[in-house]
């Protein structure tokens, strides 16, 4: 199995610290506002990652936090007039629905940097100890990052180079010793949450989480550390710099980058208005179409999203459920024929063809083309005279390949218009009765079977998505 190492730019075969086991963290997002698709990407690329491991029989510890302390969630929470905390809860919250609507399997832990303080005082410390990390006057800590020789390894960028290149970098603050030292420890401010230290009272800097929280539940030396390529530099580096410094052994073996999405080739952005939310997107797709459409390309390659490339990923995914349906409607009871036998140990071809394509650098879009041509050999082969021994076999190996990209492809039945109709009616009742925690779950469940509502003037409007 080869995975592309960002750290040596190489593909390297894949070899675990502990036999049969992976330790993995993946930088979750910062809970502000709904998820973007964006945000999505990492997600549904790396539990594919994880799945695959999973089929190859690793027990994989899956670690993924979410940033619940920033400069976004208090100024959000500022404007609404609400605490950070309250801001960040339900964000958390929303984003665990639309994972489950991405059918992401929920991590092993999802750490919150909020509730893991007292592990971020206890690294700081132990970095000014050795000399690493520096107070000064009004109580910040800041990391000597010159001091930490490897310094760039990740990024392959040289401090020489970036001096005289990118005066950007520079982290405000008039008090440190280095343009390049960056934050720790930061003392709080009017109407900020902060926690008391022995440096000051204040928050922590935003990369000390993710080196304490993967410490705290995945040991000193993990196997893979991934999150998007926009966290190679700084995050990724000033993480490798604050754990290798602290723990003295190698932080992470593997780090994995996924590239970008784009919409309609522009860069997505909330100053642009291009901005779309994973919930945005459920109101007009299935969330499976979504992430079928993401694994269409290979995660180390840009993606553009776009509606017509969204509707051919409709198409596509449905072609593939067309084929479950189909094979899940054969009745013909009896054993397989000799003819059949053939054909079903022909079709471990597309296996092998699916597992090549994962064990090269998950390769998904490869793995996706195997797909294809099983269904397409399902179409020719399969027929109602068929055995149901034979189209069960059939159905039980596209069931374990669409399993592991995480694609749930038998067809939902229709829900009713009647049912709809009773479950507005109910939810209508509920938000007369103020019990409005009821109302928000109709809304959802209908969500989640693909129907729309609309409050109007007029009442309540519906559609199918
Ligand atoms: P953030 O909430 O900005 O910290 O981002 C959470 C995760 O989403 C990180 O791994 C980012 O690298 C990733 N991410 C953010 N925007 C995009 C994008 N447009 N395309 C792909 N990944 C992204
Ligand atoms: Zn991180």
Redo the contacts with the bound molecule.
Sequence with gaps: MKIFNTLTRKKEEFVPIEENKVSMYV????VYNYI?I??A??MICFDTVRRYFEYKGYEVNYVSNF?DVDDKIIKAANEEGVSSEEIAERFIKECKKDMEGMNIKPATTHPQATKEIDGMIDMIQNLIDKGYAYKVEDGTVYFRTRSFKPYGKLSHKNLDDLQAGHRDIKVTGDLKEDDFDFVLWKPKKEGEPFWESPWCNGRPGWHIECSVMSKRYLGDTIDIHA?????IFPHHENEIAQSEASNGKEFARYWMH?????IDGVK?SKSLGNFKTVRGISEMYDLQVLRFFMLNAHYRSPLNFSADLMEAAKAGLERIKTAAEKLASVKTEGEMTAEEKTLFDESQNFVTKFENSMDDDFNTADAIAAIFEFVKFINSNVSSDSTKAFADALNKRLHTLTDVLGLIIDKEEEILDSDIEALIEERQNARKAKDFARADEIRNELLSRGIVLEDTREGVKWKRA
Excluded at 27 to 30: A, E, K
Excluded at 227 to 231: A, C, I, V, Y
Excluded at 258 to 262: D, E, I, M, S, V
């Design positions: 930088c979750g997002p910062t973007h964006g945000n990407r990492p940033t999150g998007g390529e926009d966290l996924n590239a970008f999405l784009n997505m």
